[in-house]
């Protein structure tokens, strides 16, 4: 049973994609004064006890470790009328080279969170794949078209229709036709 004075901090570590707990979870809180170590239970949820006076806005960091997924790190503040640390989300998609992982904490003001940055990165080269794309279609048709204007021009720079002309008038100024 928790004591008077301390404050219960609680927290929840599942599967990103699943959106199942994930048990066995360590998870650490630092700070400059406190350092502390929970467990996830069977429904993914981990506690700290932290003394009142040490838990008055103050920055750490978490730091969560589960089998089969990456360290996630984050940042947080710990203020004593915000006893929920949320949700850290693990992914771990296409093996163990690319991990992600996310918090959704009302209490964290400044985090990393790499599924927001690899998200980003993302999109911003589906942007410019797609720029590039557009611009290499635009290059290839203005190549094309100026190609074909090209055959239509002899050696002395006539157009076919100069030439055509010109073979008409001479025609016509020989009595040909």
Request: glycine share 6%.
């Amino acid at each position: 049973m928790a004591k008077k004075n301390t404050i219960n901090y609680i927290g929840r570590v599942i599967d990103y994609e699943k959106q199942a707990p994930i048990r066995g979870a360590k998870v650490s809180l630092n700070t400059d004064e406190i350092s502390l170590v929970s467990y996830t239970d069977l429904e993914g949820i981990y506690r700290f006890q932290v003394n009142p006076d040490k838990a008055k806005d103050v920055r750490g960091e978490i730091s969560v470790e589960a089998s089969g997924y990456r360290t996630y790190q984050y940042s947080i503040w710990l203020s004593s009328d915000k006893k929920d640390l949320g949700d850290v989300r693990l992914g771990d998609f296409g093996g163990s080279n690319t991990s992600i992982a996310s918090s959704n904490s009302s209490s964290s003001r400044n985090h990393n969170s790499s599924s927001n940055s690899n998200s980003n990165s993302n999109s911003n080269l589906i942007a410019i794949a797609a720029i590039i794309m557009i611009a290499f279609f635009i290059f290839v048709s203005l190549s094309m078209r100026n190609s074909n204007r090209g055959d239509d021009i002899d050696d002395n720079g006539n157009s076919r229709r100069e030439r055509s002309d010109l073979l008409n008038y001479q025609t016509q100024s020989l009595g040909l036709l």
